[in-house]
């Protein structure tokens, strides 16, 4: 079974809108962290955003969101405003069982976001 | 914050040579660092967690005598693709933890392997 789920390969937002870019996960841990990047056409992976399985509190930083909810098993990534620099891969990511910092990470097959002027 | 520099950014070699992948953490240490490959329009792949003094562990159906892996100290790993063929023309990303706890992981900018 897939660990991470991104079901939308690709979407197409209109510059200045919200988007929602959905991702679902499954784990019998009860401690896990939850993380989205961006992937430009450069190839850069680059840190949005993360949200850990206690928080109480959804994750912000500036303008993305996630939206966790955390019985249905769900990560959702919001981009308020979108910009033209939006444009590029995102990539939903799960770590399992703290270890010390030396856990892998699990990704999802990504969704292409396209910001259209 | 956090930087992992990766080399080279791209290369192309011939088929049945050597190409071996630089991943330096700049400013930590780093005692794992992470491997992944990723195909065009694909998601990333883990293939091996390199460990500082350590054999690598690498994940399943991936050749370790294929692709060796090198943590020779607290801020660099390396990757050797070897002999290598058309089939392993990929992107290889390394990253690493800063710190432990919600730390992220931090990547390198990738490596293009073209082999002709």
């Known amino acids: 079974a897939q660990k991470i789920t991104q079901t939308q390969p690709g979407m197409f937002v209109q510059e200045k809108e919200a988007v929602t870019l959905d991702c679902t996960y499954d784990?019998?841990?009860?401690?896990?962290?939850l993380f989205w990047y961006k992937q430009p056409s450069s190839g850069e992976m680059i840190f949005l955003i993360y949200?850990?399985?206690?928080?109480?509190q959804n994750a912000t930083e500036g303008r993305y969101s996630l939206n966790f909810q955390k019985a249905r098993k769900s990560a959702n990534l919001v981009i308020s405003a979108s910009q033209l620099g939006d444009s590029a891969m995102y990539f939903c990511a799960m770590r399992e069982a703290p270890n010390f910092g030396n856990e892998k990470l699990t990704f999802g097959t990504g969704t292409r976001l396209t910001i259209i002027p | 914050g956090a930087v992992v520099s990766q080399h080279p950014s791209w290369v192309i070699c011939k088929s049945g040579t050597s190409v071996k992948i630089e991943c330096r953490s700049l400013?930590?240490?780093?005692?794992?660092m992470f491997w992944y490959r990723q195909f065009p329009k694909q998601s990333l792949m883990l293939m091996a967690t390199s460990n500082e003094g350590s054999k690598a562990t690498y994940e399943q159906g991936v050749e370790k005598d294929k692709f060796l892996i090198n943590h020779a100290s607290l801020t660099l790993s390396t990757l050797t693709v070897t002999s290598a063929h058309p089939e392993d023309s990929s992107f290889y990303i390394c990253?690493?933890?800063?710190?432990?706890?919600?730390?992220?992981?931090?990547f390198g900018n990738g490596t293009r392997l073209t082999v002709t």
């Open positions: 990253s690493a933890y800063e710190r432990t706890g919600s730390s992220p992981l931090h």
């Open positions: 784990t019998s841990d009860q401690s896990y962290g």
């Open positions: 949200q850990g399985s206690y928080d109480e």
């Open positions: 400013d930590f240490q780093a005692t794992t």
